[in-house]
């Protein structure tokens, strides 16, 4: 649930939001990621209008509601200011008519005027809603930006994850996120992965504790969020398990409906995980610019194939 309340702490100071009236209502629900100006519904035709968005008035607004007579301003504010919606935002830092704060009053809508133009403060706004409105997940394991690739390490408890990931920072890639990712899902498209504000920079290490990476490696080897691009799971070797050993056969995982790479990489004493990650994500880059070793492979074993067939076949002619 996201309130009118958690959005002005949050955006408040970046927005410039001064909170003039309703102030009872700050823990209105938002429901919508949407934002709208009244247009014509000021002017009587509310056909079009949707109920539930924050609403924006700029100066065009405030101007033409001023020229109305009294009652018709009552009306036309009565028609545009429902009890469901969450917020009304006052641009340009425009003193609020008292027909509007009466109205934010007494329906407990909480009215906030901005330094913004209203054309900004709809961007904004919109933007911001549509991040904290967009599909989520968290995950279990460790984010690690590889060679710009966004690794997602999991595995079993004490399989090495974060050791794995702290070789990788040690050779200067980049932490994102320790034990617990968030994966927010961005335009319908593409993945995003970040980590909590209480954990952010944090790494457990058993034997050693709670370690902070910006301040043993510097600020250069962290990073707030990045796209998850593979999942890689560690596992202990099993003999018994059968292992691609070509890689014709890519996997996916599903994340928030989006199909996302997926490798098992078994794990045991002589293997070093850190070069392994760092070549599973030099091969993810290559196939992303077009370029597949396996299937460049498969292509000319086949070829070879079909030729040593051919000279087969015009030898049995010949003889």
Sequence with gaps: MYLVQDFYQQYGKELGLDLVAGKTGVSRRIHKAEVQRPGLS???????????????????????????????????????????????????GIAAPKEVVAFCESRKIPLFKANLTATNL??????????????????????????????????ESSVGKSEAALGLIERGHRLISDDVVRVKKKEGSYLVGSGP?????????????????????????????????????????????????????????????????????????????????????LNHRLKDMGYNSAKEFNAKLLETIARRQKKRVVRETRA
């Design 197 to 281: 504000d209480l954990t952010r920079h944090l790494m457990e290490i058993r034997g050693i504790g709670i370690i902070n990476v910006a301040h043993l490696y510097g600020a250069v080897c962290v990073r707030p969020d990045k796209g998850l691009d593979i999942v890689v799971k560690l596992e202990e070797w099993d003999d018994q398990h059968f292992y691609d050993r070509v890689g014709l056969d890519e996997k996916f995982i599903d994340v928030l409906g989006i199909g996302v790479p997926y490798h098992v990489l078994p794990v045991k004493p002589g293997r070093d995980v850190v070069l392994l990650l760092e070549t599973i994500a």
């Design 42 to 92: 000021l002017a009587g035709y509310v056909k079009g209008f949707a109920s539930g968005r924050f609403l924006v008035m700029g100066k065009q607004e405030i101007n033409y509601l001023k020229e109305l007579d009294p009652t018709t301003r009552s009306v036309r504010l009565d028609a545009i200011l429902m009890p469901t919606t969450p917020a009304v935002l006052l641009a340009r």
């Design 122 to 155: 709809l961007s904004r706004i919109t933007f911001l809603l549509l991040e904290e409105f967009c599909p989520s997940v968290t995950l279990h394991g460790t984010l690690v930006e590889v060679f710009g690739v966004g690794v997602l390490i999991q595995g």
